[in-house]
């Protein structure tokens, strides 16, 4: 059986004693699922998503899997690929059915259907320690990248950036190693794998150096003949509750210093648990107790993901999760929303006269001055640089203008680092009814553009 760890126990009960009844299915939908038995497969490569432990199939995938199966009353097990090639070929060619923790690309449509995504992260980029931080995916040009064969990265890099100088190894641990040795510059993944492979192996000389605009959507792949089952699939992924994906996000992305306990204590915990039920209910409110209490690399982890380190405001990546919940609160209940898109005035001559550290400090007063002229229902975002953009919920474009407006004339008269006096540019609009999310960021990004113009 091997050893087991204190925390994976314990998060395996607590997912065990929350797992949700399975979905009321009509006879309609029942007959389907028995007229349609799925043969799934998956690797053993892709930690935290699927690897072996014990023998035994786990990870992310895995465990979302479970529960989509356990509420669709779908009886399967996971073949064992013996690597991401094979189990696109499966697919392809009807050997097996589905595969439970992929993204969908544009070559992969002609043979295959995908589920609504059950989760989202985004893609990193990985290098050794002396590596200086990358901002821009353009600093990797006549650099060697290397990412894992057929994995969705490599699609994400060749059709968004294929200037770049990309290598295709077998796996991730066979990119990072290459990183690792020194045989490339850096390697390109999905945030929970890297913050595991990290974490759980043996790559001390690497680190996290930045993030791709990209984000990594995970869903299910299924033969696209059998794509009359996506219905019932996006149900029950409709269906998990925040606190099951919250034990599965701690179960695999969480990284603690945990305590190893004999295979004897483990058996002897299970039966406990069965037989006294009353005492280890109190037992288990103890250790999660106690687990609250251990959460801190929970909350870096998340603050790494959303929260500019210079500015201590919502980084890029959040603004795009917040901006499309808005735009859907928006279109649902009819309410008003806007954007204040603004940059410094000049700001390069500031860093040439002044310093970077100047720049620096200029760009931190300028989010806590702007800070404190919005609401709290709103929500101020680093874009990039000396450029800001705030969302304005529930506010109408008129609105919007005046406290522009008001925040220029506030940055005009503050008092900033060395006395510099500093202004900004605006670009303000409102969502409209026709509008997506580019559509709505190409609005505002223009009006910026002409703001500048002006006083150019």
């Given at each position: 059986?091997?050893?087991?760890?204190?925390?994976?126990?314990?998060?395996?009960?607590?997912?065990?004693f929350?797992?949700?009844?399975?979905?009321?299915?009509?006879?309609q939908?029942?007959?389907?699922?028995?007229?349609y038995?799925?043969?799934?497969?998956?690797?053993?490569?892709?930690?935290?998503?699927?690897?072996?432990?014990?023998?035994?199939?786990?990870?992310i995938?895995?465990?979302?899997?479970?529960?989509?199966?356990?509420?669709?009353?779908?009886?399967?097990?996971?073949?064992?690929a013996k690597?991401?090639?094979e189990?696109?070929?499966?697919?392809?060619n009807?050997t097996?059915?589905?595969?439970?923790?992929?993204?969908?690309?544009q070559?992969?449509?002609?043979?295959?259907?995908?589920?609504?995504?059950?989760?989202?992260?985004?893609v990193?980029?990985?290098?050794?320690?002396?590596?200086?931080?990358?901002d821009?995916?353009?600093?990797?040009?006549?650099?060697t990248?290397?990412?894992?064969?057929?994995?969705?990265?490599?699609?994400?890099?060749?059709?968004?950036?294929?200037?770049?100088?990309?290598?295709?190894?077998?796996?991730?641990?066979?990119?990072l190693?290459?990183?690792?040795?020194?045989?490339?510059?850096?390697?390109?993944?999905?945030?929970?794998?890297?913050?595991y492979?990290l974490?759980?192996?043996?790559?001390?000389?690497?680190?996290?150096?930045g993030?791709?605009?990209?984000?990594?959507?995970?869903?299910?792949?299924?033969?696209?003949?059998?794509?009359?089952?996506?219905?019932?699939?996006?149900?029950?992924?409709?269906?998990?509750?925040?606190?099951?994906?919250?034990?599965i996000s701690?179960?695999?992305?969480?990284?603690?210093?945990?305590?190893?306990?004999?295979?004897?204590?483990?058996?002897?915990?299970?039966?406990?648990?069965?037989i006294?039920f009353?005492?280890?209910?109190?037992?288990?409110?103890?250790?999660?107790?106690?687990i609250?209490?251990?959460?801190?690399?929970?909350?870096?982890?998340?603050?790494?993901?959303?929260i500019?380190?210079?500015?201590?405001?919502?980084n890029?990546?959040?603004?795009?999760?917040?901006?499309?919940?808005?735009?859907?609160?928006?279109?649902?209940?009819?309410?008003a929303?806007?954007?204040?898109?603004?940059d410094?005035?000049?700001?390069?001559?500031?860093?040439?006269?002044?310093?970077?550290?100047?720049?620096?400090?200029?760009?931190?007063?300028?989010?806590?001055?702007?800070?404190?002229?919005i609401?709290k229902?709103?929500?101020?975002?680093?874009?990039?640089?000396?450029?800001?953009?705030?969302?304005l919920h529930n506010?109408?474009?008129?609105?919007?203008k005046?406290?522009a407006?008001?925040?220029?004339q506030?940055i005009?008269?503050?008092?900033?680092?060395?006395?510099?006096?500093?202004?900004?540019s605006?670009?303000?609009?409102?969502?409209?009814?026709?509008?997506t999310?580019?559509?709505?960021?190409?609005r505002?990004?223009a009006?910026?553009?002409?703001s500048?113009e002006?006083?150019?």
């Amino acid at each position: 059986m091997g050893v087991f760890s204190m925390k994976r126990i314990v998060l395996l009960l607590l997912l065990f004693f929350t797992m949700t009844y399975a979905l009321t299915l009509s006879s309609q939908e029942q007959a389907l699922i028995e007229k349609y038995p799925l043969k799934c497969i998956s690797t053993a490569q892709w930690a935290p998503f699927n690897l072996m432990e014990d023998q035994h199939l786990v990870g992310i995938g895995i465990d979302y899997w479970q529960l989509i199966r356990q509420k669709l009353h779908i009886k399967s097990t996971c073949t064992l690929a013996k690597n991401w090639t094979e189990v696109l070929h499966a697919i392809k060619n009807h050997t097996h059915d589905i595969t439970i923790a992929t993204q969908t690309t544009q070559n992969r449509l002609s043979y295959a259907s995908f589920s609504k995504p059950y989760a989202n992260y985004p893609v990193v980029i990985v290098t050794k320690n002396d590596a200086g931080f990358i901002d821009n995916i353009n600093l990797l040009k006549n650099k060697t990248i290397v990412v894992g064969k057929n994995y969705t990265t490599a699609d994400i890099l060749q059709k968004q950036y294929p200037d770049l100088h990309v290598t295709y190894l077998d796996s991730i641990n066979a990119a990072l190693q290459a990183v690792n040795q020194g045989e490339a510059f850096a390697a390109i993944e999905i945030l929970p794998v890297v913050a595991y492979k990290l974490n759980k192996e043996a790559f001390p000389n690497l680190k996290i150096s930045g993030s791709l605009s990209s984000y990594f959507s995970i869903s299910i792949m299924i033969r696209k003949d059998y794509e009359m089952l996506l219905p019932l699939i996006n149900k029950a992924i409709d269906a998990i509750t925040q606190e099951e994906k919250d034990i599965i996000s701690k179960k695999w992305v969480t990284v603690k210093q945990e305590k190893k306990i004999s295979r004897s204590y483990f058996y002897l915990l299970l039966t406990c648990s069965a037989i006294l039920f009353f005492f280890f209910s109190v037992w288990l409110y103890l250790l999660k107790r106690e687990i609250s209490k251990k959460n801190e690399v929970t909350k870096q982890l998340k603050t790494l993901v959303t929260i500019d380190s210079l500015t201590s405001t919502y980084n890029r990546y959040m603004f795009d999760i917040t901006l499309d919940k808005e735009i859907e609160l928006a279109k649902r209940h009819h309410y008003a929303l806007s954007l204040i898109f603004f940059d410094i005035d000049g700001f390069k001559q500031i860093n040439d006269q002044y310093g970077h550290k100047a720049g620096d400090t200029i760009l931190k007063e300028l989010a806590e001055v702007t800070s404190h002229a919005i609401r709290k229902s709103d929500t101020l975002c680093r874009w990039g640089g000396d450029e800001f953009i705030i969302i304005l919920h529930n506010t109408a474009e008129e609105t919007a203008k005046k406290l522009a407006g008001n925040l220029d004339q506030l940055i005009r008269a503050h008092p900033f680092t060395s006395d510099i006096k500093m202004s900004c540019s605006f670009g303000v609009t409102d969502f409209r009814v026709s509008d997506t999310h580019e559509s709505l960021m190409a609005r505002v990004d223009a009006l910026l553009y002409a703001s500048k113009e002006k006083i150019s």
